[in-house]
């Protein structure tokens, strides 16, 4: 699909429980999968997911699909995972602890990123 074709679908992570992220991360890698360009933005109440590790705790959870499977996807299909900076100071979270792949973005930039969306999910 030619960059021209190609949707743009925006998912916003506000929360860190397991439902919530695996509900975002479901969305972002099907989006992905149909050939969206996918914008996944963690706002500081999502930012602990983003350090290593954190994502594992959701593995083997009852009739759920894998979280590391899901976010990597996302990541294979030119997916971007977003960290808004505020998520670091509150959660005194350094960038070395983050996975490898995130960008950390102002909320301002982001929303010049995702212009055009067409599709915008928040969980």
Request: hydrophobic share 45%; glycine share 10%; with cysteine.
């Amino acid at each position: 699909m030619s960059d021209e074709a190609m949707g743009k679908t925006i998912i916003m992570c506000n929360h860190d429980d397991a439902n919530s992220m695996l509900a975002a991360l479901v969305m972002g890698a099907a989006s992905a999968a149909t050939g969206e360009q996918v914008l996944m933005f963690f706002q500081p109440g999502a930012a602990k997911v983003l350090v290593k590790g954190e994502l594992e705790k959701f593995q083997g959870l009852k009739g759920q699909p894998d979280p590391i499977m899901l976010y990597e996807s996302i990541e294979i299909l030119d997916g971007r995972i977003i960290l808004c900076e505020l998520g670091l100071p509150i959660h005194d979270i350094k960038e070395e602890d983050l996975r490898e792949g995130v960008e950390i973005m102002m909320a301002s930039s982001f929303l010049f990123d995702a212009e055009g969306a067409g599709l915008v999910f928040s969980y």
